[in-house]
């Protein structure tokens, strides 16, 4: 059995009675434990909707869905979101009144009963992303590319098993993009976590594993 599996996802926004888009018309792949893949495909072929499903942000689709052996349905919403997936987006969405490990912490500020070490914890993400001497900063005060490894280091604080990146050099120069994604693939190492990371960019996806195209809501 493969860590993910999805199976003939459809989704459709209904906009009135009449009109509806078809954003996901069957989508079928499965993922290894281990593995970093990327979805491609141009704009509006419906890889942010994939993302959001996968995010468990989004529950208005047909077809299944598991995760380690569970559909995701089954999953407790929060449970999911912080514990299963941690996501990363190409606008950051850091809290700009909080601080750079205040914003990684923040995750963790609805669960009770801890049972990691957050402040182990802490102390190796932002080792890992290379802000220690950033910690105290709050975003304003922070480039492009250190806002997006507050973000990663937040997405990772609770230890996922898949994280999950829209676009995550979308904003950033190409120099900066590229050590984002050598960052990423760094920690799908090290952490062995899955990563599944949307680009419209052949460059960044040709230094994944394996990539997932997508053309008009379906893989080909
Ligand atoms: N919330 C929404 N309501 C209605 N239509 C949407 C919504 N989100 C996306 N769409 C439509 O679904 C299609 C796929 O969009 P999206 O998943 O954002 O594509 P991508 O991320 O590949 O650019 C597009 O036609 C888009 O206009
Ligand atoms: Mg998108």
Sequence with gaps: MSFIE?????????????VSVEALRGVSFEVQKGEFISVVGSS??????????????????????????KNIKEYNPNFYRRNIVGTI????????SLSVEENILLPLKFVKNRNIDVNERLESLLEMVDL????????????GGQAQR???ARALIDNPKVVLADEPT???DSKTGESIIRLLKELNKTESVIVILVTHDKNISAKTDRVITLVDGKNV
């Design 6 to 18: 999805i199976s003939d996802l459809k989704r459709v926004y209904k906009m009135s009675k009449e």
């Design 44 to 69: 509006g072929s419906g890889k942010s909707t994939l993302l959001n499903i996968l995010g468990g942000l989004d529950f208005e689709y047909t077809g299944e869905i598991s995760i380690d052996g």
């Design 89 to 96: 987006f190409q606008q950051f969405y850091l809290i700009p």
């Design 132 to 143: 220690k001497n950033r910690r105290k900063h709050f975003p304003k005060e922070l480039s």
């Design 150 to 152: 507050v973000a990663i």
């Design 170 to 172: 979308g904003n950033l």
